[in-house]
């Protein structure tokens, strides 16, 4: 018989491109009363609407799209706090530093064990319960476009889609410098620091198109 889950427990996002491992940590939390939510890919966890109450992110950190220290940072860019644990089997320490730096509460190398992963989450939603970082999702993506030109959106989806500045400048018909304005006016107004922010802001917008990807 597993243990109840009530909602005061926290939810666990789990985001990983193998089934089989998310099938795994799924059963793993459900056995200690957590609630956990699987994800395939990063841009289907942004798109999602977090649930009311404290939870804690644990994901992969190679995964086709935004890796997960690339999903870390787009969440933080966003404004939320959401407790994340990195989980590789590639792991080196500048990956580790890296991960900590943009806010992980940890970072796991595989083969770890089940009880390691289940303190951290533990000790995540613990610390989540007590600061009150539980975050929710904005207004809506159309709020977030209503604040740049049509200029700027042309210039957010084509940085979106790894194009450098030159080719952009090419693409749009402008100076380059005229590029670069655009770019940090558009990233200001929507409060993103980062690449791997505004790919995640245009991929929750629709901009990339279905199958559009980065770099291409």
């Known amino acids: 018989m597993q243990p109840e889950r009530t909602p005061e427990a926290g939810t666990v996002y ?17 056995s200690v009363g957590l609630k956990a939510v699987c994800f395939a890919e990063a841009s289907a966890f942004l798109d999602h609407r977090l649930e009311v109450g404290c939870g804690c992110l ?27 644990v990195v989980v590789t089997g590639h792991g080196d320490v500048r990956l ?15 083969p770890f064990h089940d009880q390691d992963l289940l303190d951290i989450v533990n000790g995540a939603l613990l610390a989540c319960r007590h600061d009150n970082c539980a975050c ?29 500045n ?8 402008l100076s ?18 980062s690449v791997a922010g505004l790919v995640a802001l245009a991929l929750r917008c629709g901009l990339l198109g279905d199958g559009a990807g980065r770099g291409q």
């Open 96 to 110: 580790a530093v890296r991960a900590l730096k943009c806010g992980a509460a940890n970072f796991l190398e595989k």
């Open 136 to 164: 929710t999702q904005p207004d809506g993506p159309s709020l977030e476009l209503e604040r740049l030109t049509v200029r700027e959106r042309e210039v957010l989806r084509l940085v979106a889609l790894g194009r450098p």
């Open 176 to 193: 380059t410098r005229t590029v670069e304005s655009h770019r940090a006016s558009l990233m200001r107004k929507l409060q993103v620091d």
């Open 14 to 30: 789990i985001v990983d491109d193998e089934p089989a491992v998310r099938d795994a940590l799924r059963l793993l939390f459900h």
């Open 58 to 84: 644990v994901t992969d950190l190679r995964m086709p799209g935004l890796s997960g220290i690339e999903l870390i940072e787009a969440l933080r860019s966003r404004g939320c706090n959401l407790p994340a």
């Open 166 to 173: 030159k080719l952009i400048a090419r693409t749009l018909d």
